[in-house]
């Protein structure tokens, strides 16, 4: 159930909404103690989003039909606009007047389904999505390099082994990144420089990341 309100006032700890409909069946019926707030971005979203948001869909146009032609393009962004909207609750949007929030939430669903789904992109996909971790995240999830897209492997940023038994050591905690074959031989040769290069950064591996991965989550004298 989603509903509109306005937000009437805000001293730092509790938020006053005023809601544009009568709660008090729902309220009633589902015996509801929390709700769940998003708040809506008045500013429409920005030139650079809107690029974003239909070369991603351009691409996963030609991955899924070897086809560029505008109104394929249209028609998978409006399937995908559809999609996102249903798994997160919201109402359908049109890409004329959609705020920054809304439109920065799509490009991550968008990046996020071409490293799902290995969509071929040709360049890192980084300058697309406007949340860095969450795309570091998903890079390592779905093991697509980080720079490149390819398929990839665990980079540790702290180090694993010299006298660390990595079969042994937990993970968990532990800031690694997803990178190709290439990349990692790479990384491995100029250090620091490659970070910096390529504008990326470790994650900290949490137990979901762990057992996608295959890492130990547990100590030697837990195992």
């Not at 509109?4 to 809601?19: E, N, S, V």
């Not at 409909?21 to 008045?42: C, K, M, V």
């Not at 591996?205 to 890492?215: F, S, W």
Request: charged share 30%; glycine share 8%.
């Amino acid at each position: 159930m989603t509903y509109r309100a306005d937000i009437h006032a805000y001293d730092g700890a509790f938020l006053a909404l005023r809601p544009s409909e009568d709660l008090g069946a729902d309220l009633a019926r589902t015996g509801a103690t929390q709700a769940e707030i998003r708040l809506l971005d008045p500013r429409c979203h920005s030139a650079e989003q809107h690029g974003k948001v239909f070369a991603l869909c351009t691409e996963i146009t030609e991955w899924s039909s070897d086809s560029r032609y505008e109104e394929e393009v249209e028609y998978m962004r409006k399937y995908l606009m559809r999609c996102y909207c249903n798994d997160h609750g919201l109402e359908y949007f049109s890409m004329s007047d959609v705020d920054m929030t809304t439109c920065s939430g799509f490009i991550g669903y968008l990046v996020d389904f071409c490293l799902e789904h290995g969509v071929p992109t040709g360049r890192s996909l980084i300058g697309d999505c406007e949340d860095v971790n969450r795309y570091l995240y998903g890079c390592l999830y779905h093991r697509r390099c980080a720079v490149c897209g390819r398929d990839a492997e665990t980079h540790h940023v702290d180090a694993v082994g010299m006298g660390r038994d990595r079969e042994h050591i937990v993970h968990v905690g532990l800031r690694a990144m997803a990178l190709c074959r290439a990349h990692h031989d790479e990384v491995h040769k100029v250090g620091l420089r490659f970070y910096i290069k390529n504008h990326i950064h470790g994650i900290k591996l949490d137990k979901r990341l762990c057992d996608r991965l295959r890492l130990n989550t547990e100590g030697k004298d837990q195992a």
